[in-house]
């Protein structure tokens, strides 16, 4: 079972993986582009297909977030410290694969992600203080 919300988990971060690559890789629109262009859909098929697939995400998430919250704290714990590593990993495989220039472009914006996941963080705590406050 351990295994199976393991690779669960893995398999609900890995759309967040694939946006955060390094700024110089190409961005989800020009991504978009190709598989619009292939398509052949007009904007407004263009912005229905965004909506039905950000959709789709939040869908999985919550899905996921559901079996998860019925884990034991120790589970939980030891699946975040299993995912920490092998994103620490990843990050180390891909930065490996990277010139001097690129490992810096790669370092600044692994910066810029975890300021934006602090602010995140942040803004979810005092949203949540701030709603059992009006409750």
């Known amino acids: 079972m351990r295994k199976t919300l393991t690779a669960l988990l893995l398999a609900a971060t890995l759309p967040t993986l694939a946006f955060a690559m390094p700024e110089a890789g190409p961005r989800h629109h020009e991504r978009d582009h190709g598989m ?10 263009r912005q229905e297909f965004r909506k039905l697939m950000g959709e789709q995400m939040k869908t999985h998430r919550d899905i996921t977030k559901r079996y998860l919250d019925k884990l034991p704290e120790a589970e939980k714990q030891a699946m975040k410290k299993e995912l920490d590593k092998a994103r620490a990993d990843q990050h180390k495989a891909l930065r490996d694969l990277l010139n001097p220039e ?10 810029k ?3 934006r996941r602090a602010e995140m963080a942040e803004f979810k705590a005092w949203k949540a203080e701030k709603d059992s406050k009006t409750n």
């Open 102 to 111: 690129q490992q810096k472009a790669f370092d600044e914006h692994q910066k």
């Open 36 to 45: 619009f262009k292939e398509l052949n859909l007009s904007q407004e098929q």
């Open 113 to 115: 992600m975890q300021a």
